[in-house]
């Protein structure tokens, strides 16, 4: 899916040489990557800076390789393998090439042990905002605070008596940044939102470490993939999944842009209470797209019937989803299907850069690797929300449909417990459309990234009038993100969640008593399952 530098051919070499002739540049960045959620978000920072950055495999690539290829720096990412448990594959003569590298939590880690350092489980592991502390002086930090914020996920932690010098701590972490000679390291994620001064941090390694000044043009990426697809679809019948979020609406409109004959499908059956009408308002009167509304409320329940886990239904909603959209490809004589799919939903479904590291599957999105009858356009898959969002903007998008909440392919499947029926959809669309319309009468909705209800699978014993009453326990949860990659949970007033809990249980009959999620992701995931 993504361009992935395996070995040190002829090919290859030439590759990397022309790419770096359009761009201008004669340095570029190698980055290793291990696995990690977050392991495009570092492309991207790279981006921001101008820096080219060709993508590695840990599996295929050895030493003999890197020299030929000549970085001006290496990077290697975090990932869910243990150097201890579970080392990953790599070629650990590479960190005794000379060439500065950065490695970025258990990037970080395997260097550490490669030097003789040890690497055990921790028994305060750290996932989540710490506060990192700087206790020397070194140019991957310059220009940054004492003491600042960093996004931390890991289980393994370095232990002081190793060559390595210590540039920072947080709390759990002895070593939350070290140095020895060429090889540098950080525990924590300098590529995420939450790790304030990141963006900092890479700027340093790769101007200040790496010696990399001449930074290639900042280019339009909304043209860029206008113009691209302009090759692929001008003139043909192109049929998009619309969901009425920012995801879809933005590839609609990149594919208006380029000229496509375009049909937009919503699938009724799973959605929320507003979406329908978001789509109607602004793909159902143009002349630019064909609009059509499929329900698929009863095939929906159909294949969930006895699907207990996150795993099933998501599966379950895969198969109905893809089945609606193959009929209407056939009715519409399409050439292309499109999807809003990020690069969020792609990693998370254990995909994205094709290395030899092991990627985990965080979930099964709705929109990865479905195999339809025939070729799909996915334009935003190497974008993130924020990034997407931006390319939105750029073409004209109405404010409106990109600041909507995210909200899970799957819908309300993911936000019901246990097995999904007609009474449980109804209590969780309607949950959710109090939290909602009370997040914007308190103006908060524009606040938050994301917020829901989920109807759980404990019942609550209550009382109502002079009766017992038993009923559904809803989960309400809202986060602060920019990506999705990480969030942390709104911390929403008191009084607000008293009004909103009033609310759904005096007009909810089926619901027994309302709580509040405070966790963040990681180490939970945004969504319920």
């Known amino acids: 899916m993504l361009r992935i530098f395996k070995n040190a051919t002829s090919e290859a070499l030439e590759e990397i ?24 978000l570092i492309v991207q920072q790279l981006a921001k800076l101008g820096v080219f950055c060709v993508v590695a495999d840990p ?29 990953p594959p790599f070629d650990e003569k590479i960190f005794d090439l000379g060439i500065p590298t950065l490695g970025i939590c258990l990037g970080f880690q395997m260097w550490a042990k490669h030097i003789g350092a040890k690497v055990p489980p921790s028994e305060k592991r750290e996932f989540g905002i710490h506060t990192f502390t700087r206790t020397g002086d070194d140019p991957l930090f310059e220009g940054v605070a004492e003491h600042t914020q960093v996004l931390q996920s890991h289980g393994d932690t370095i232990l002081p008596g190793s060559e390595i010098t210590v540039l920072g701590t947080t709390d759990n ?16 994620h300098p590529e995420v939102s ?54 879809s609406s933005v590839v609609a409109y990149l594919l208006k842009e380029a000229g496509a004959k375009l049909k937009g499908i919503y699938i009724r059956g799973i959605d929320r209470p507003d979406d329908e009408a978001y789509v109607k308002k602004y793909f159902g009167n143009e002349d630019w797209i064909e609009l059509e509304i499929v329900d698929a ?15 099933e239904k998501r599966l379950a909603m895969r198969g109905v989803y893809k089945d609606v959209l193959e009929k209407e490809i056939t009715k519409f004589k399409a050439d ?18 094709a290395t030899g590291a092991r990627v985990a599957e965080i979930k099964v999105h709705h929109n990865v690797k479905l195999g339809f009858s025939v070729p799909e356009i ?61 997040l914007r009468a308190a103006k908060l909705y524009e606040t938050v990234w994301q917020a829901g209800a989920v109807v759980t699978s404990s019942e609550h014993v209550g009382t109502k009038g002079d009766d017992v009453a038993l009923g559904h326990v809803v989960a309400l949860w809202a986060v602060w993100s920019v990506n999705g990659f990480t969030a ?6 008191y009084e607000f969640l008293d009004r909103v809990s009033r609310r759904i249980t005096n007009e909810v009959r089926e619901v027994g008593a309302v709580v509040y999620r405070i966790s963040d992701k990681p180490p939970a995931t945004i969504e319920w399952g």
């Open 17 to 40: 040489a022309e790419e770096m002739r359009v761009r201008k540049a004669s340095k570029f960045v190698l980055l290793f990557s291990m696995g990690s959620q977050f392991d495009h």
């Open 173 to 188: 972490s002895p070593i939350a940044a070290g140095h020895y000679k060429h090889l540098r390291g950080v525990q924590f």
């Open 194 to 247: 939450d790790t304030l001064e990141g963006a900092k941090m890479y700027e340093n390694f790769c101007v200040k470490i790496c010696g990399i000044r001449d930074r290639f043009p900042a280019h339009d990426v909304a043209k860029q993939k206008v113009m691209e697809l302009k090759k692929l679809v001008l003139g043909k019948r192109v049929l998009i999944a619309l969901s009425g979020g920012s995801d």
């Open 336 to 353: 292309y299907i499109a999807q809003g799919t990020l690069y969020t939903d792609v990693r998370e479904s254990g995909h994205g850069h």
């Open 378 to 438: 996915a334009p935003l898959e190497d974008q993130v929300k924020d990034s997407a969002r931006g390319i939105g903007r750029d073409i004209g998008v109405p404010e409106d449909l990109l600041v909507r909440h995210p909200f899970p392919g799957p819908g309300l499947v993911v936000r019901i417990e246990g097995e999904v029926t007609a009474e449980k959809l109804k209590t969780a669309r309607v949950a959710d459309g109090i939290f909602i319309d009370e």
């Open 59 to 87: 599996a295929t690539v050895k030493a003999d390789d890197v020299e030929k290829a000549r970085p001006a720096g290496v990077i290697l990412s975090g990932g869910p393998a243990s150097v201890e448990t579970e080392p």
């Open 488 to 493: 942390r949970f709104a911390k929403l007033p």
């Open 297 to 311: 409320t009863q095939e929906f329940l159909k294949a969930l019937k006895g699907k207990f886990s996150m795993r």
